[in-house]
Each structure stands twice: as structure tokens, then as C-alpha cells.
């Protein structure tokens, strides 16, 4: 497994890698951690002639929360996983990096990568889409902010075009009485693709009693991530019980549209996404309040 012979190129500004990528059309690739780019070339998946890499351009990192969360696109999942602002306020957007490979990848692998590799089993994609994520994109001619939603067209397929990059995700901060957590589901617990991953976002009233809000995401429960519309309708002033939780489980495994494959069957799937819908809302609402959590425990006795 030999790299073929390719032309190298580090830009230290936007605007130069925009340039380079405008001059050399097809035949460039961008290269962000590489954890994805650099197998596929060395299983002769991919040979491209020019690599632009992006790690030496300052703009396109960092962490910062001011008013929305603003995330650049060669921010590291390590960096994610460190940040207390993360794991304090968009907790399952950690969870999604936690176990995301190994430290030694996760010290290279990006956010932005992860994003527009557009793989189904991307961990970053859920906890993005249920937080409504937007991502600026950048061209030579002007930038776009495109919602995540519509980001995705089909596997390994993205709304960017050859001449655009993806620059950050900016992500509205959570109501108050909000809690998240994403659950990624997996044959066994190492460095290990997930079969399901499933995101959840509930927004309690007060009181903790009611749903004032809540949001599903899903990733291998379809072509790409959804998010189940129909099971976040049903919750909207449901009361928190746990019944209520196993119905919304049901309703999304019916509006996913899984996928046999080598790795799990589609029914398989859909028997998951039933368990873990009420699962991950246990978690995000211990995050929120062990009190709530408490009594939804009982409640499932």
C-alpha cells in the first residue's frame, strides 16, 4: 500500500488555498487531519495529483462561544474533547468524540473532515444535526451559510462545490433547561465504527415534568443523518415519562429507512433505535437534572 506521486502544498491564508484550488480544479484534494484522505489513497481509492493541506491557515481553528458556539473546521476532535465550554453546554457533541477512534487520531482527525467526508457513520454528523448546526463555506466569489440539514446530499456527497471550503460550524446555544447526549452503538467498546449512533436534545418546561422541546438525530438509520421529524412532533408537550420516550422510539424506527449491510441488518437497526431514543434522553436529562432523571427511572420500574 504505496502512495502514489502527488504535488504538496501548504497555504498559510484562505484566500491562497482557495487560489490553489481554483488553479488546479479536479486534480486537487484537500487534506485536513488525513485520517480519511490517506487511506483511500493508499487503497488506490483516490490519486490525486495535487494535495492542498489546511492546517497551517490560523483562521480555521479554534473554539469559541460568544453568543452561538463557533467551531473551525480544523478544529481536532482532542481539541473538542478537551474543551470544558463543549462539555459543559453541548455535551453530547463530546460524547460524539469521546470514543472517536483512538487519542492518536483524534489528535489529527477534524471536525470539518469528519463532516465533509459525509461517510454514513460520521459520530460528529447526529450531534451537529440535532444541535442545528450551520457551516460557512467559502469561495472566492463570497461565503454561504448552509444549515446541515442540507449540507449532506447522499454518501460521501456534500453541497460544496470544488472551488469552496468548509471554514466553521456555528451552533446556537441550547434553551435554558436543556439536556443532550449522544448515544453511539457499536459491536464492542474500542475504536470501533458505530452500527447506529442516535442524538437527543430535550427541553424540559420548569418544572421538569413536560417536553417543551426535543430533537432526534440519527446516523446509519438512513442514506444520511436525519433527523426523525415525526417522533420530535410527537413529544412537543408530552409529558417526560418513560412510556412516552419508548412510543417516540417507535415512531422514529418506523421513519428511518436503515440499511442491511455487512456490518448489521436494517431490522437490527430499527430494534436499536427503539432502546436507545429513550436511553440517550435518560442521560441528557441526568445532565440536566439528576432529580428529573431520577423520577424517570422509577418510572420505568
Same mark, same amino acid.
Given at each position: 500500500?504505496?502512495?502514489?506521486?502527488? @504535488?504538496?502544498?501548504?497555504?498559510?491564508?484562505?484566500?491562497?488555498? %482557495?487560489?490553489? #484550488?481554483?488553479?488546479? &480544479? @479536479?486534480?486537487?484534494?484537500?487534506?485536513?487531519?488525513?485520517?480519511?484522505?490517506?487511506?483511500?489513497?493508499?487503497?488506490?481509492? %483516490?490519486?490525486?495529483?495535487?494535495?492542498?493541506? #489546511?492546517?497551517?491557515?490560523?483562521?480555521?481553528?479554534?473554539?469559541?462561544?460568544?453568543?452561538?458556539? &463557533?467551531?473551525?473546521?480544523?478544529?481536532?476532535?482532542?481539541?473538542?474533547? =478537551?474543551?470544558?465550554?463543549?462539555?459543559?453546554?453541548?455535551?453530547? %457533541?463530546?460524547?460524539?468524540?469521546?470514543?472517536?477512534?483512538?487519542?492518536? /487520531?483524534?489528535?489529527?482527525?477534524?471536525?470539518?473532515?469528519?463532516?465533509?467526508?459525509?461517510?454514513?457513520?460520521?459520530?460528529?454528523?447526529?450531534?451537529? %444535526?440535532?444541535? &442545528?448546526?450551520?457551516? @460557512?463555506?467559502?469561495?472566492?466569489?463570497?461565503?454561504? /451559510?448552509?444549515?446541515?440539514?442540507?449540507?449532506?446530499?447522499?454518501?460521501?456527497?456534500?453541497?460544496?462545490?470544488?472551488?469552496?471550503?468548509?471554514?466553521?460550524?456555528?451552533?446556537?446555544?441550547?434553551?435554558?433547561?436543556?439536556?443532550?447526549?449522544?448515544?453511539?452503538?457499536?459491536?464492542?467498546?474500542?475504536?470501533?465504527?458505530?452500527?447506529?449512533? *442516535?442524538? *437527543?436534545?430535550?427541553?424540559?418546561?420548569?418544572?421538569?415534568?413536560?417536553?417543551?422541546?426535543?430533537?432526534?438525530?440519527?446516523? #446509519?438509520?438512513?442514506?444520511?443523518?436525519?433527523?426523525?421529524?415525526?417522533?420530535?412532533?410527537?413529544?412537543?408537550? =408530552?409529558?417526560?415519562?418513560?412510556?412516552?420516550?419508548? =412510543?417516540?422510539? @417507535?415512531?422514529?424506527?418506523?421513519?428511518?429507512?436503515?440499511?442491511?449491510?455487512?456490518?448489521?441488518?436494517?431490522?437490527?437497526?430499527?430494534?436499536?433505535?427503539?432502546?436507545?431514543?429513550?436511553?440517550?434522553?435518560? /442521560?441528557?436529562?441526568?445532565?440536566?437534572?439528576?432529580?428529573?432523571?431520577?423520577?424517570?427511572?422509577?418510572?420505568?420500574?
Amino acid at each position: 500500500m504505496h502512495l502514489r506521486k502527488f @504535488e504538496y502544498f501548504e497555504p498559510t491564508t484562505l484566500r491562497e488555498a %482557495l487560489a490553489l #484550488l481554483r488553479q488546479y &480544479k @479536479e486534480e486537487a484534494k484537500i487534506i485536513a487531519g488525513g485520517t480519511d484522505l490517506l487511506v483511500q489513497m493508499k487503497q488506490d481509492n %483516490l490519486s490525486p495529483e495535487v494535495i492542498i493541506c #489546511l492546517r497551517s491557515i490560523p483562521e480555521l481553528s479554534g473554539i469559541e462561544l460568544d453568543g452561538e458556539l &463557533k467551531i473551525g473546521s480544523m478544529t481536532t476532535h482532542r481539541e473538542i474533547e =478537551k474543551s470544558s465550554v463543549i462539555r459543559g453546554s453541548f455535551s453530547l %457533541l463530546t460524547d460524539a468524540v469521546d470514543n472517536l477512534g483512538s487519542i492518536q /487520531i483524534r489528535n489529527v482527525a477534524t471536525i470539518g473532515g469528519n463532516i465533509c467526508n459525509a461517510a454514513p457513520s460520521a459520530d460528529t454528523a447526529p450531534p451537529l %444535526l440535532a444541535l &442545528k448546526a450551520e457551516v @460557512e463555506v467559502v469561495g472566492l466569489e463570497g461565503k454561504r /451559510i448552509v444549515n446541515l440539514k442540507e449540507f449532506f446530499l447522499g454518501p460521501n456527497q456534500t453541497v460544496l462545490t470544488p472551488n469552496e471550503i468548509l471554514t466553521r460550524f456555528l451552533i446556537p446555544q441550547l434553551p435554558p433547561n436543556s439536556g443532550s447526549a449522544y448515544i453511539k452503538h457499536t459491536r464492542r467498546g474500542a475504536m470501533d465504527l458505530p452500527l447506529l449512533g *442516535v442524538a *437527543v436534545i430535550v427541553n424540559l418546561d420548569s418544572d421538569g415534568k413536560s417536553i417543551k422541546e426535543s430533537r432526534i438525530a440519527l446516523g #446509519l438509520a438512513a442514506p444520511i443523518p436525519m433527523r426523525a421529524s415525526a417522533a420530535e412532533k410527537f413529544l412537543q408537550s =408530552k409529558p417526560f415519562r418513560i412510556e412516552i420516550l419508548r =412510543k417516540a422510539g @417507535e415512531i422514529a424506527a418506523f421513519e428511518a429507512h436503515p440499511r442491511t449491510s455487512m456490518r448489521t441488518t436494517a431490522e437490527y437497526r430499527r430494534e436499536m433505535i427503539k432502546a436507545l431514543i429513550p436511553r440517550a434522553a435518560a /442521560i441528557a436529562a441526568e445532565r440536566m437534572s439528576p432529580a428529573c432523571a431520577r423520577e424517570f427511572a422509577c418510572e420505568g420500574k
